[in-house]
């Protein structure tokens, strides 16, 4: 069952230095408040789940359809809405806000975004092929992608054959990003590392769906210094 996320705008990039001058990449996330539009129940739809609203929009850009349903709800318009199944509906109200507090206790994160587009790429720089020969034999296709098909029998290209095309601009998931620290006045989320997409692009983020036992930077300094306090004890 499916946690509730947030929706965050990639800032950029910057670095964070610990006390014992270890230095880490950080990507920047400037994190919206999540609006509980809808309560969705088992007797209504089938399944349980919570409908949230994201970021603002100006009423000139609604259909008349979601004027009508954000009037209903008695709610400000949110541009984006999402749908989370949740086990327990009567943990959330309608009209409940939910910021950066709920990844108060979370070590790890998974991020969904888009990739930077790279608009049309050959097969060497998309699906990294090695080329063909650069000795003899080979005349002006050095970087392409050799055959494409068979012979006669089943005489078609097979569909999801690695060829040249559209590199990037798709949605990829990053699982276990470790949150270093968060912001939760100027609405900030600091996570390790770097996270598909270009500035100002949408990262949903979420509790991470696998449990995992790895320790944090923060975890493993305490460990080391603590492990220099005790003392070695004497070789026989």
């Given at each position: 069952?499916s946690?509730?996320?947030?929706?965050?705008?990639?800032?950029?990039?910057?670095?964070?230095?610990?006390k014992?001058g270890q230095l880490?990449?950080v990507?920047?996330?400037?994190?919206?408040k999540?609006?509980?539009?809808?309560?969705?129940?088992?007797?209504k739809?089938?399944?349980?789940?919570?409908?949230?609203?994201?970021?603002?929009?100006?009423?000139?850009?609604?259909s008349?359809?979601?004027?009508?349903?954000?009037?209903?709800?008695?709610?400000?318009?949110?541009?984006k809405?999402?749908?989370f199944?949740?086990l327990?509906?009567?943990k959330?109200?309608?009209?409940?806000?939910?910021g950066l507090?709920?990844?108060?206790?979370?070590?790890?994160?998974?991020?969904?975004?888009?990739?930077?587009?790279k608009?049309?790429?050959?097969?060497?720089?998309?699906?990294?092929?090695?080329?063909l020969?650069a000795?003899?034999?080979?005349?002006v296709?050095?970087?392409?992608?050799?055959?494409?098909?068979?012979?006669?029998?089943?005489?078609?290209?097979?569909?999801?054959?690695k060829m040249?095309g559209?590199?990037?601009?798709?949605?990829?998931?990053?699982?276990?990003?470790?949150?270093?620290?968060?912001?939760?006045?100027?609405?900030?989320?600091y996570?390790?590392?770097?996270?598909?997409g270009?500035?100002?692009?949408?990262?949903?983020?979420?509790?991470?769906?696998?449990?995992?036992?790895?320790?944090?930077?923060?975890?493993?300094?305490?460990?080391?210094?603590?492990?220099?306090?005790?003392?070695?004890?004497?070789k026989?």
């Open positions: 069952m946690e509730i996320a947030l929706i965050g705008k990639k800032i950029g990039m910057t670095r964070e230095f610990y014992t880490v990449p990507t920047v996330l400037k994190m919206e999540a609006r509980v539009i809808e309560i969705i129940d088992q007797e739809r089938g399944y349980n789940a919570v409908q949230l609203g994201y970021g603002k929009i100006k009423n000139s850009k609604l008349k359809a979601m004027k009508g349903y954000f009037a209903k709800k008695n709610t400000e318009a949110k541009k809405l999402k749908e199944k949740v327990d509906t009567s959330y109200k309608e009209g409940n806000e939910f507090e709920i990844f108060k206790d979370v070590k790890f994160v998974d991020t969904r975004s888009k990739t930077i587009g608009g049309f790429a050959g097969a060497m720089k998309r699906h990294n092929f090695g080329g020969r000795t003899h034999g080979v005349s296709s050095h970087r392409s992608h050799g055959s494409t098909g068979q012979r006669q029998d089943p005489g078609k290209v097979f569909k999801g054959k040249a559209h590199m990037g601009d798709k949605l990829r998931t990053m699982q276990n990003i470790e949150i270093i620290k968060a912001d939760i006045e100027n609405e900030l989320l996570l390790k590392g770097s996270i598909p270009s500035k100002n692009s949408e990262v949903l983020v979420k509790k991470s769906v696998k449990n995992i036992d790895k320790k944090t930077i923060t975890e493993k300094i305490i460990a080391s210094e603590q492990a220099k306090k005790t003392p070695d004890k004497k026989k």
